[in-house]
Protein backbone atom coordinates (compact mmCIF):
# COMPACT_ATOMS: atom_id res chain seq x y z
CA UNK A 1 0.00 0.00 0.00
CA UNK A 2 0.69 3.46 -0.78
CA UNK A 3 2.26 5.32 2.80
CA UNK A 4 0.28 8.92 3.91
CA UNK A 5 3.01 11.16 2.43
CA UNK A 6 1.80 14.60 2.88
CA UNK A 7 3.46 15.44 -0.11
CA UNK A 8 1.25 13.22 -2.13
CA UNK A 9 -1.48 14.40 -0.37
CA UNK A 10 -0.56 18.15 -1.30
CA UNK A 11 -0.32 16.87 -4.78
CA UNK A 12 -3.64 15.22 -5.29
CA UNK A 13 -5.51 18.17 -3.74
CA UNK A 14 -3.79 20.81 -6.79
CA UNK A 15 -4.83 18.28 -8.91
CA UNK A 16 -8.58 17.84 -7.66
CA UNK A 17 -8.95 21.60 -7.91
CA UNK A 18 -7.48 21.53 -11.47
CA UNK A 19 -9.78 19.57 -14.07
CA UNK A 20 -7.75 18.21 -16.62
CA UNK A 21 -7.80 19.21 -20.02
CA UNK A 22 -8.77 17.01 -22.96
CA UNK A 23 -8.07 17.54 -27.14
CA UNK A 24 -11.09 16.42 -29.13
CA UNK A 25 -11.16 13.21 -30.98
CA UNK A 26 -11.05 13.21 -34.58
CA UNK A 27 -12.38 9.65 -36.19
CA UNK A 28 -8.24 8.95 -36.87
CA UNK A 29 -7.38 9.84 -32.96
CA UNK A 30 -4.64 6.90 -31.42
CA UNK A 31 -5.64 7.01 -27.38
CA UNK A 32 -2.74 6.69 -25.18
CA UNK A 33 -2.23 6.50 -21.65
CA UNK A 34 1.61 7.19 -19.82
CA UNK A 35 1.88 6.79 -15.84
CA UNK A 36 4.07 9.52 -13.66
CA UNK A 37 4.42 7.03 -10.86
CA UNK A 38 6.13 8.74 -7.67
CA UNK A 39 7.41 7.01 -5.11
CA UNK A 40 8.12 9.21 -1.35
CA UNK A 41 11.79 8.86 -0.49
CA UNK A 42 13.95 11.87 0.82
CA UNK A 43 13.18 14.01 -2.33
CA UNK A 44 9.95 12.61 -4.44
CA UNK A 45 11.37 10.09 -7.05
CA UNK A 46 9.79 9.65 -10.57
CA UNK A 47 9.78 6.31 -12.67
CA UNK A 48 11.09 7.26 -16.02
CA UNK A 49 12.18 4.63 -18.71
CA UNK A 50 14.78 4.38 -21.34
CA UNK A 51 12.66 2.76 -24.79
CA UNK A 52 14.19 -0.21 -26.46
CA UNK A 53 15.94 0.76 -29.78
CA UNK A 54 12.81 -0.86 -32.73
CA UNK A 55 12.77 1.06 -36.36
CA UNK A 56 8.86 0.74 -35.91
CA UNK A 57 9.17 3.42 -33.09
CA UNK A 58 9.00 6.82 -33.77
CA UNK A 59 10.22 7.27 -29.88
CA UNK A 60 12.24 4.59 -29.99
CA UNK A 61 15.46 4.51 -27.60
CA UNK A 62 13.66 7.79 -26.14
CA UNK A 63 13.47 8.68 -22.42
CA UNK A 64 9.71 8.36 -21.37
CA UNK A 65 6.91 7.87 -18.87
CA UNK A 66 5.43 4.37 -19.21
CA UNK A 67 2.52 4.04 -20.85
CA UNK A 68 1.31 2.86 -24.78
CA UNK A 69 -1.66 2.91 -26.50
CA UNK A 70 -4.98 2.42 -25.28
CA UNK A 71 -6.49 -1.52 -26.09
CA UNK A 72 -10.08 -2.61 -26.72
CA UNK A 73 -10.24 -4.21 -23.62
CA UNK A 74 -8.94 -1.20 -21.63
CA UNK A 75 -11.83 -0.25 -19.92
CA UNK A 76 -10.53 3.38 -20.02
CA UNK A 77 -7.06 5.08 -20.22
CA UNK A 78 -6.36 5.18 -16.66
CA UNK A 79 -6.68 1.41 -17.49
CA UNK A 80 -4.25 1.93 -20.31
CA UNK A 81 -1.45 3.70 -18.37
CA UNK A 82 -1.58 1.05 -15.22
CA UNK A 83 -0.98 -2.04 -17.99
CA UNK A 84 1.38 -0.77 -19.79
CA UNK A 85 3.56 0.51 -16.80
CA UNK A 86 3.10 -3.00 -15.37
CA UNK A 87 4.09 -4.66 -18.50
CA UNK A 88 7.33 -2.65 -18.94
CA UNK A 89 8.35 -1.51 -15.41
CA UNK A 90 6.88 -4.46 -13.51
CA UNK A 91 4.92 -1.99 -11.09
CA UNK A 92 1.62 -3.15 -10.68
CA UNK A 93 -0.04 0.09 -10.30
CA UNK A 94 -3.84 -1.47 -10.73
CA UNK A 95 -2.87 -3.19 -7.34
CA UNK A 96 -0.23 -1.19 -5.33
CA UNK A 97 -0.83 2.44 -6.74
CA UNK A 98 -2.99 5.70 -5.63
CA UNK A 99 -4.00 7.71 -8.08
CA UNK A 100 -3.52 11.37 -7.56
CA UNK A 101 -5.25 12.85 -10.81
CA UNK A 102 -4.60 13.73 -14.33
CA UNK A 103 -3.00 16.14 -16.36
CA UNK A 104 -3.86 18.36 -19.09
CA UNK A 105 -3.95 15.94 -22.10
CA UNK A 106 -1.13 16.39 -25.10
CA UNK A 107 -0.70 15.56 -28.72
CA UNK A 108 2.24 15.33 -30.96
CA UNK A 109 3.02 18.95 -32.59
CA UNK A 110 4.99 17.33 -35.52
CA UNK A 111 3.09 16.43 -38.49
CA UNK A 112 4.94 13.16 -39.15
CA UNK A 113 3.96 11.65 -35.61
CA UNK A 114 0.31 9.63 -35.44
CA UNK A 115 -2.46 11.47 -34.74
CA UNK A 116 -2.53 10.32 -30.88
CA UNK A 117 -3.69 11.85 -28.25
CA UNK A 118 -1.34 11.18 -24.38
CA UNK A 119 -3.62 11.75 -21.35
CA UNK A 120 -0.96 11.38 -18.19
CA UNK A 121 -1.96 10.45 -14.89
CA UNK A 122 -0.49 10.76 -11.10
CA UNK A 123 -0.38 8.02 -9.27
CA UNK A 124 1.36 7.60 -5.95
CA UNK A 125 3.34 3.78 -5.03
CA UNK A 126 5.47 2.88 -1.54
CA UNK A 127 8.90 3.69 -0.88
CA UNK A 128 10.21 0.53 -1.54
CA UNK A 129 8.53 -0.12 -4.90
CA UNK A 130 11.48 -1.27 -7.29
CA UNK A 131 11.11 -1.22 -11.25
CA UNK A 132 12.17 -3.86 -13.34
CA UNK A 133 12.39 -3.40 -17.17
CA UNK A 134 10.83 -5.82 -19.56
CA UNK A 135 13.75 -6.13 -22.22
CA UNK A 136 11.39 -5.97 -25.60
CA UNK A 137 10.61 -2.79 -24.71
CA UNK A 138 12.47 -1.16 -22.15
CA UNK A 139 16.36 -0.73 -22.11
CA UNK A 140 16.05 0.66 -19.23
CA UNK A 141 14.10 1.58 -15.75
CA UNK A 142 15.18 4.93 -13.63
CA UNK A 143 13.89 6.47 -10.28
CA UNK A 144 14.74 10.36 -10.74
CA UNK A 145 14.35 12.73 -7.75
CA UNK A 146 12.20 15.67 -8.79
CA UNK A 147 14.84 17.52 -6.94
CA UNK A 148 17.26 16.63 -9.93
CA UNK A 149 15.05 17.76 -12.34
CA UNK A 150 14.44 21.15 -10.77
CA UNK A 151 18.09 22.04 -10.75
CA UNK A 152 19.03 24.98 -13.46
CA UNK A 153 21.94 23.00 -14.52
CA UNK A 154 19.17 20.25 -16.10
CA UNK A 155 17.82 22.65 -18.17
CA UNK A 156 19.03 22.31 -21.63
CA UNK A 157 18.70 21.87 -25.39
CA UNK A 158 18.58 19.49 -27.65
CA UNK A 159 19.67 20.15 -31.49
CA UNK A 160 17.02 17.42 -33.47
CA UNK A 161 18.04 17.01 -37.30
CA UNK A 162 14.73 17.46 -39.03
CA UNK A 163 13.25 15.79 -42.32
CA UNK A 164 14.08 19.10 -44.24
CA UNK A 165 17.45 18.46 -43.21
CA UNK A 166 17.52 22.06 -40.67
CA UNK A 167 18.72 21.20 -37.13
CA UNK A 168 16.27 22.82 -34.68
CA UNK A 169 17.07 23.14 -31.33
CA UNK A 170 14.20 22.10 -28.81
CA UNK A 171 14.02 22.27 -24.48
CA UNK A 172 15.05 19.54 -22.61
CA UNK A 173 16.11 18.13 -19.34
CA UNK A 174 18.98 16.56 -18.69
CA UNK A 175 19.66 13.69 -15.71
CA UNK A 176 23.50 12.43 -15.80
CA UNK A 177 23.42 11.16 -19.79
CA UNK A 178 20.04 10.93 -20.05
CA UNK A 179 17.77 13.59 -22.34
CA UNK A 180 14.04 14.21 -21.70
CA UNK A 181 12.61 16.42 -24.15
CA UNK A 182 9.79 16.67 -26.56
CA UNK A 183 6.16 15.09 -25.37
CA UNK A 184 8.03 13.65 -22.22
CA UNK A 185 9.33 17.33 -21.68
CA UNK A 186 5.91 18.88 -22.02
CA UNK A 187 4.15 16.27 -19.68
CA UNK A 188 6.94 16.80 -17.12
CA UNK A 189 7.10 21.09 -17.16
CA UNK A 190 3.26 20.72 -16.58
CA UNK A 191 3.93 18.76 -13.59
CA UNK A 192 6.30 20.42 -12.17
CA UNK A 193 4.36 23.67 -12.66
CA UNK A 194 1.68 22.55 -10.30
CA UNK A 195 4.53 20.54 -7.45
CA UNK A 196 6.01 24.00 -7.33
CA UNK A 197 2.79 25.63 -6.82
CA UNK A 198 2.32 22.99 -3.55
CA UNK A 199 5.97 23.76 -2.46
CA UNK A 200 7.43 20.76 -3.40
Same mark, same amino acid.
Given at each position: ?VVDDPR ?9 ? =? ?9 ? /? ?49 ? /? ?76 ? !? ?10 AFPSLR ?5 IWGLTH? !?? /???? =? ?7
Amino acid at each position: MVVDDPRLALLRGALER =RPAARVPRTPH /TIEAAVALVLRPRESLELLLIKRAEHESDPWSGHIALPGGRRHPEDEDLLA /TAMRETAEETAVPLARIGRLLGALDEVEPTNPRLPPIIIAPFVLGVAPDTTAVPDPREVEAALWVPLDALRDPGAVSE !ILIELESGERRAFPSLRYGEHVIWGLTHR !IL /THFM =RIAEECGL
